[in-house]
Nanobody, 124 residues
Framework: QVQLVESGGGLVQAGGSLRLSCAAS????????MGWFRQAPGKEREFVAA????????YYADSVKGRFTISRDNAKNTVYLQMNSLKPEDTASYYC?????????????????WGQGTQVTVSS
């Protein structure tokens, strides 16, 4: 069992930056691939970024490539999402998730555990 708690969301102006954190419970955190997804009001949850259990492989949605960076610190049981050059269309609730299989990390159903989400609002 893995419990995930996101933090770091907030209100920021367009062009600004935020860093989201996702703290995981459990001693097996390092064996999970981790991902970030987001969901805007009235829209489906969509893939943002993911990385392998070691952090050696990373994956990004085209919409955030070059602006967002995902990373992890297995010693701290934490995964991060650094978000730069934020745009109003990045406004959403952001969720972290853990995948035991570590495959097809852009798909929601590949994840076993989800956090409750943190709100990011980007004003124009």
């Amino acid at each position: 069992q893995v419990q995930l708690v996101e933090s770091g969301g907030g209100l920021v102006q367009a062009g600004g930056s935020l860093r989201l954190s996702c703290a995981a419970s459990g001693r097996t955190f390092s064996s999970y691939a981790m991902g970030w997804f987001r969901q805007a009001p009235g829209k489906e949850r969509e893939f943002v970024a993911a990385l392998s259990w070691s952090g050696g492989s990373t994956y990004y949605a085209d919409s955030v490539k070059g602006r967002f960076t995902i990373s992890r610190d297995n010693a701290k049981n934490t995964v991060y999402l650094q978000m730069n050059s934020l745009k109003p269309e990045d406004t959403a609730s952001y969720y972290c998730a853990a995948s035991g299989r570590g495959l097809r990390l852009w798909l929601l159903h590949e994840y076993d555990y989800w956090g409750q989400g943190t709100q990011v609002t980007v004003s124009s």
